[in-house]
C-alpha cells in the first residue's frame, strides 16, 4: 500500500496535521492521500487529514473490505466485535471518494485504504437529511473552491469526552467534528479560509439498560460551529485553522458570541458560510 499520507503543503500554505495539545499518544497511521491519528486508549482516531483535489477526483464503483490494520495491536483498534448485530454503522471519517483522485489506479488504491478500521468510529445508522447534509460538506466545500483549483483539506474525527457511553469495551463517540480549510486570493496572494462543522448524534444512542438502543425517532444534528469551539471540545490543536475561520464570532458591535449560542443550525447547503 501506498502511503503518501496527508501533504501539509498541499494547498500551498504550510497547514500542519493537527495533533492533541496534551500531547497524548497516538499511532501515527498513513495511507494513501491521509493519514489517521489512532487514540490507543479509545480506540478511535483523534483526527484524520485527507487532501481532496476536486480536479481529479474519480468516480469508482465501490471496492474494499473493512479490516484491521496490521501495523497497530488489534486491542488498539474499535473493530468488527462492535458493530456486530446492532444499529451502528461503520462511519468513514476520511470519506472513501475523498482521497481517490490522480490515475485510475492510484484512486481505486486510495478508497480501499479508507475501509481500515482507524478510519472508522460508530454512528447511528438512521439516515435522514441532516446525516445527508454532514456526509455532502466536503463536496460542497470543494464547489466553493473551485476557483482556486478545487483543492481541499479535510481533517475529521469524533469527539472523545470522558462522559461517552461506554458499550463493549469502548464508549461511543456522540459528536463528530468536521474542519474543512482551502485558499483564498485577496490582494494578490493567497491566505488560508476554513470552515467548522459538528455532527451530534447523542438523542440517537442509549446505552442506559446495558445495551445499544437506536430510537426510531430522533435526529442527527448539523451545526456551523466556530473552529475555536472544536478544539476546546475536541482537545486538538488546530492551529492556524482557528483565526482562518469563515465563521463570523461577534453579534453586533463588540459583542463576542461564545459557546452554543454562536453554532448555526444546518438544514440545507444554503445555510453554510462559506465567505
Known sequence: ?????????????PLPLPRPADGREVRDLAYPRFTVLLEPVRRLAVVTAVNIDGSELHDLPR????????RVPAAEQTGPAVYAANDLDRGHLVRRRDPGWGSTAEAREA???TFFYPNAAPQA???????ELWLGLEDHVLQFADTTGERVSVFTAPVLADDDPPYRGIRIPRRFFKVA???TQEGGSSHLAAAGFLLD???LIDVSQGALAVPALGAFRTFQVPIAD???LSGV???ELVAADVLPRFDGPGAPVRGEAAWRPLRAPADIVLS
Open 181 to 183: 480549510a482551502w485558499a
Open 125 to 131: 445508522s438512521s439516515f435522514n437529511q441532516s446525516k
Open 1 to 13: 500500500m501506498t502511503s503518501d499520507a496527508y501533504d501539509d503543503l498541499f494547498l500551498g500554505i
Open 111 to 113: 478508497m480501499e485504504a
Open 63 to 70: 471496492t474494499g473490505e473493512w479490516q484491521l490494520d496490521a
Open 237 to 239: 490543536d488546530l492551529g
Open 230 to 232: 472544536i478544539q476546546e
Open 201 to 203: 448524534q447523542s438523542e
